[in-house]
């Protein structure tokens, strides 16, 4: 392989990557169809790396010996697929792990991924080990093995970003769930999705750990097919059975190496039946990790949440606003579904990853009494629910989404943003949805 690196991308995970390649003796090329953020043209500059913007120079990069591919690139894009002919595309994660030696607990799943990640992430830090939290969330995993020095990493993994991983291997695997998403960029094919998903366990031996939903069906399925070399340890709303976690008489009880943990469901911070699997799988990676039951119930008690993921933001005239824009698929807005238990003005749309808007529709006859149909095309929305729900409405910004609810809702009614889509047809990412949400909330 010759010494020249190319960088497609130039957000989060694309800088990390040029920083570990050129601390690692690598002449690195950094490229943006885009238009880079300035903070990153900054740390750019900073450490005098090649990058361009607003275009790709394929000359350039056909001349690398290795390509970084961001996340966000499809693998459809023509140059992405010319670049393979000739040369190994890899995800910045899969780079960084060629050079990182600390322990890995790397967490998938279609739903819950960040919740379950800051959790664990919160329980080994407050246990006093020396943790770092990466992937879709703060600092990319390729910057910290470049500037830190930590025994463990907590990784956040988009079945994207497990696309471009071939060697590297998690020393714990979580898979959380598996629902149809993101199947505009599987051919929408769901047996691409779940080979996808179940990267998470490649190249695992016996003493690795996989921690898993027993509940999933789409799991368990594909656990029958699969050599899984590793120690499996399942969780389950259901009794546990051997090692692993489960529900019984209201107290999760998580078993491991003969040591037991138990604590009720109602002490939880995060409740909701989606919260006790994301409490569970963060239970048991503590417990690999041998942190004392006393610390795990703390951690367990006090954890706070995610902003965007089912904030309870304010309430207004008695009506409270819900923010859960990080609900880009159906399986999401499901669970915030379920777990509202008063009449929901349903704030939905975006760009639709190829939804099947069924499995909602027993919940949006009992629970929602309005729709507020927030994106570009809006057809689907109305297809489905057009005949269950009286009132839909179309709105093409946030302010009027939130107003439009405001005037649907009455005091003791929930205002719910859950879109079940991406976010890209009107905002920047979910993150920009849901903050102007709040704006727009606090502006009523």
Partial sequence: MNNKLAVLGAGESGVGAAILAKKKGFEVFVSDSGEIKNNYKKVL???ELDFEEGKHSSEK?????????SPGIPDSAPLVIELKKKIPVVSEIEFAGWYNKAKT???TGSNGKTTTTLLTYQILKEAGLNVGVAGNMGKSFARQVAEEDFDIYVIELSSFQLDGMFDFKADVAVLLNITPDHLDRYGYSMKNYVDSKFRVIQNQ???DYFIYCS???????ERKKRSIKAAQLPFTLGNPIGEGAGIKRNEILIQLNQKQFSMSILDLSLQGKHNSYNSMAAGIAGMVFNIRNQQL??????FKGVEHRLEHFMVVHGIE??????ATNVNSTWYALESIHKPVVWIAGGIDKGNNYSMLSDLIKSKVKAIVCLGKNNSKLHEAFDKVVEDIVDVYDMHSAVKSAYYLARNGDAVLLSPACASFDLFENYEDRGDQFKLSVREL
């Fill in 45 to 47: 500059r900073h450490y």
């Fill in 61 to 69: 990069i056909l001349n690398a010996g290795l390509v970084i591919k």
């Fill in 105 to 107: 607990i790397c967490i």
């Fill in 205 to 207: 031996g016996k003493d």
């Fill in 215 to 221: 509940d999933d069906p789409v799991i368990q399925e």
């Fill in 297 to 302: 119930r703390e951690s367990l008690t006090a």
């Fill in 321 to 326: 606003f819900i923010n859960d824009s990080k």
